[in-house]
T-cell receptor, first 111, second 112 residues
Framework: NAGVTQTPKFRILKIGQSMTLQCTQD?????MYWYRQDPGMGLKLIYY???????DKGEVPNGYNVSRSTTEDFPLRLELAAPSQTSVYFC??????????FGPGTRLTVT | QKEVEQDPGPLSVPEGAIVSLNCTYS??????FMWYRQYSRKGPELLMY????GNKEDGRFTAQVDKSSKYISLFIRDSQPSDSATYLC????????????FGTGTRLKVLA
């Protein structure tokens, strides 16, 4: 099993550009999550999904959108990128509600 | 006041030392507690999970919860250079929730 995979690993965006961060898991987990991790700020939940077709906002959803058309994929869309979205983004999935498996992260810089 | 407080470190210890990592929290409703380990430029991985108060041991790792003091700890015995990482605590009030509050992480360096 590859676990949770994320692409790209790194990306530099200009202000106002858009992009999609890809996340795929091969563990047949129903639950999937997107977090951002800023220095000194811990992990903040952006969006989560409890199954295909079901998504909900987390703590910091503004500026982001998600979709969940399949169990495996949970892409995160950034529209009109802003410098405040410079961060490391982690996707995670879980079978139960507590043991989350994280991907390797995407480092995004918006300039 | 943050809901979860964690000293960012770095904490440097010699190999073989006992390490104590701690988090304090303000929400008395928290009853599900986790410790994650995160190596540099990697995603976090779950180390320990505890419910309510008490101790839980797994090999060289012991997780301790003191709900009366709103304080949780992770002890690492016989620390190794491979334990060098950032340790994040996370906690929640509700079973089955997907919304855990994470601490900011403590960076640990174990010196050979």
């Amino acid at each position: 099993n590859a676990g949770v995979t994320q692409t790209p690993k790194f990306r530099i965006l200009k202000i106002g550009q858009s992009m999609t961060l890809q996340c795929t898991q091969d563990m047949n987990h129903n639950y999937m999550y997107w977090y951002r991790q800023d220095p000194g700020m811990g992990l903040k939940l952006i969006y989560y999904s409890v199954g295909a077709g079901i998504t909900d906002k987390g703590e910091v959803p503004n500026g982001y959108n998600v979709s969940r058309s399949t169990t495996e994929d949970f892409p995160l869309r950034l529209e009109l990128a802003a410098p405040s979205q410079t961060s490391v983004y982690f996707c995670a999935s879980s079978y139960s509600s507590y043991e989350q498996y994280f991907g390797p992260g995407t480092r995004l810089t918006v300039t | 006041q943050k809901e979860v407080e964690q000293d960012p470190g770095p904490l440097s210890v010699p190999e073989g030392a006992i390490v104590s990592l701690n988090c304090t929290y303000s929400n008395s409703a928290f009853q599900y507690f986790m410790w994650y380990r995160q190596y540099s430029r990697k995603g976090p991985e779950l180390l320990m999970y505890t419910y309510s108060s008490g101790n839980k041991e797994d090999g060289r790792f012991t997780a301790q919860v003191d709900k009366s003091s709103k304080y949780i700890s992770l002890f690492i015995r016989d620390s190794q250079p491979s334990d060098s990482a950032t340790y994040l605590c996370a906690m929640s009030a509700i079973s089955g929730t997907y919304k855990y509050i994470f601490g900011t992480g403590t960076r640990l360096k174990v010196l050979a």
